[in-house]
């Protein structure tokens, strides 16, 4: 199976990584198609498979197509693509907000699975969500989950809401965490540790945290309570919490995520 990435960017390479060190890929049959001279040379001397700067030269050649430029270059790309498709090949999307409909329409292909993966799938942790249209095949989706499931965890989901609505959870949540964590490391800065001592505080602290809401037996309110010691300082903590409206800011912020996506899609006010 030949597959064509098409964006050298962060997704991009992290798919093209993660599939070679899988195995799921061999390296002469990986191609990617780049818009820049510049970033084809710098990506040809990272040598994660054969890089292209014309569409014509490599999409027929593809069985799987995976689409990661920015949902803002989609048209232009599609309008680009579009003489050399095949109704064959099958086009997996990570581009955020841009549905199926869209890219059926974009291409004048039928076989479209479009998922939302994030940025931890870097180093094999990510978390992904996936949904396919009814020309897709059984195998072609288990193919597909396979190689969703290189960079992390992979969900199948019914609905293209669930994949506008993953993009506001996991799919931007990393910066939602790091944000957190970066007023940490501040806090910490402030009472005196150097900048090496803070992150490292805040970092063990949070892997520490998750790790222990992902032994799954206590929610997230439990654990808390467990922290908490009576008249403790984990109280004082949380009580200066809950004079702030931080816990709805930060459910406000996934949601103008949600409402981004689907304005992305052409679907917003
Ligand atoms: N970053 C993230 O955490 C996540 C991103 N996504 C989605 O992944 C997609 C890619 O994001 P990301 O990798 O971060 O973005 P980047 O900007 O890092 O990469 C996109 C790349 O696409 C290239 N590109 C644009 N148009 C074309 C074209 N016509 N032909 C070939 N290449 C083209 C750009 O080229 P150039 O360098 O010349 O501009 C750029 O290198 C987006 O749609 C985003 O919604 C999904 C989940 C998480
Ligand atoms: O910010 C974005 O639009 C993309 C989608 C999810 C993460 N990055």
Not at 119 to 138: E, K, W, Y
Not at 211 to 228: F, H, Y
Request: include cysteine; glycine fraction near 8%.
């Amino acid at each position: 199976m030949k597959i064509l990435i098409i964006g050298g960017g962060n997704m991009g390479k992290t798919y093209a990584r993660s599939l070679l060190r899988a195995h799921l890929v061999r390296k002469e049959d990986l191609m990617i198609l780049v818009r820049s001279p510049a970033k084809a040379d710098t990506l040809r001397t990272e040598d994660i498979g054969t890089v292209h700067l014309d569409a014509e030269a490599c999409l027929a050649a593809a069985d799987l197509i995976i689409l990661a430029v920015k949902p803002q270059d989609s048209a232009k790309l599609f309008a680009a693509l579009r003489p050399f498709t095949d109704p064959q090949q099958v086009y997996l999307s990570i581009m955020a907000g841009v549905t199926v409909a869209t890219i059926q329409r974009g291409l004048g292909v039928e076989k479209i699975i479009r998922a939302m993966p994030n940025l931890p799938a870097q180093i094999g942790l990510g978390m992904t969500s996936f949904t396919a249209s009814d020309a897709v095949t059984r195998i072609e989706l288990v193919l597909v989950q396979n190689l969703l499931n290189t960079t992390g965890k992979a969900i199948y989901v019914n609905t293209e809401h669930a994949i506008d609505a993953t993009t506001a959870i996991s799919g931007s949540g990393p910066a939602y965490v790091l944000y957190f964590m970066q007023a940490m490391i501040e806090a910490a800065s402030e009472m005196g540790f150097s900048p090496g001592e803070a992150e490292l505080l805040v970092a063990q602290t949070f892997r520490g945290a998750v790790e222990l809401q992902m032994k799954n037996d206590l929610t997230c309110a439990e654990w808390i309570k467990r922290v908490s010691s009576k008249g403790g300082t984990t109280e004082a903590a949380m009580a200066a919490f809950e004079q702030t409206s931080v816990f709805e800011d930060i459910k406000s912020g996934a949601r103008a995520a949600l409402a981004r996506a689907e304005e992305l899609g052409g679907r917003g006010n």
